[in-house]
């Protein structure tokens, strides 16, 4: 991928629905363990359909330049990014290589069990404090 919009617009419709899936996973009714991260805040504020272009999702990130580079740098700062995609720099200047770790549907499956074990830790922790009160 490079700073044209031919390839931007493919990739950011795909970063779209997973860092959408991510904030739904992550600001959920009833997860105990929300962190409030400023990427991930400022990502979800223009509501970004996928459709969007460089320069507009630039301006709406507050982006240092309107370049690739400035979106991806901001991108690996939302949780759980970094473990779906890997990134690597071509020879080619301002050309980037990608990968995924994961599928969408993989990442989703991951995003729910990940929520249904911080849910049964949360309560089995509620367990062991109960029975520690008791014998105390």
């Given at each position: 991928?490079?700073?044209?919009?031919?390839?931007?617009?493919?990739?950011?419709?795909?970063?779209?629905?997973?860092?959408?899936?991510i904030?739904?996973?992550?600001?959920?009714?009833?997860?105990?363990?929300i962190?409030?991260?400023?990427?991930?805040?400022?990502?979800?504020?223009?509501?970004?359909?996928?459709?969007?272009?460089?320069?507009?999702?630039?301006?709406?990130?507050?982006?240092?330049?309107?370049?690739?580079?400035?979106y991806l740098?901001?991108?690996?700062?939302?949780?759980?990014?970094?473990?779906?995609?890997?990134?690597?720099?071509?020879?080619?200047?301002?050309?980037?290589?990608?990968?995924?770790?994961?599928?969408?549907?993989?990442?989703?499956?991951?995003?729910?069990?990940?929520?249904?074990?911080?849910?049964?830790?949360?309560?089995?922790?509620?367990?062991?404090e109960?029975?520690?009160?008791?014998?105390?």
């Open positions: 991928m490079n700073n044209s919009n031919e390839f931007f617009t493919p990739f950011h419709k795909m970063i779209s629905t997973v860092i959408n899936d904030y739904a996973s992550t600001f959920c009714e009833g997860n105990p363990f962190l409030s991260n400023t990427f991930l805040l400022r990502w979800q504020a223009p509501h970004f359909t996928g459709n969007e272009v460089l320069p507009y999702v630039a301006s709406k990130l507050c982006l240092e330049s309107p370049t690739v580079k400035s740098t901001f991108i690996f700062y939302i949780p759980l990014v970094k473990d779906l995609l890997k990134c690597r720099f071509s020879r080619l200047p301002n050309t980037y290589i990608f990968s995924f770790v994961m599928t969408l549907d993989t990442l989703s499956n991951y995003l729910e069990d990940n929520f249904a074990l911080q849910n049964y830790n949360v309560n089995f922790m509620g367990i062991l109960e029975v520690f009160h008791k014998i105390v």
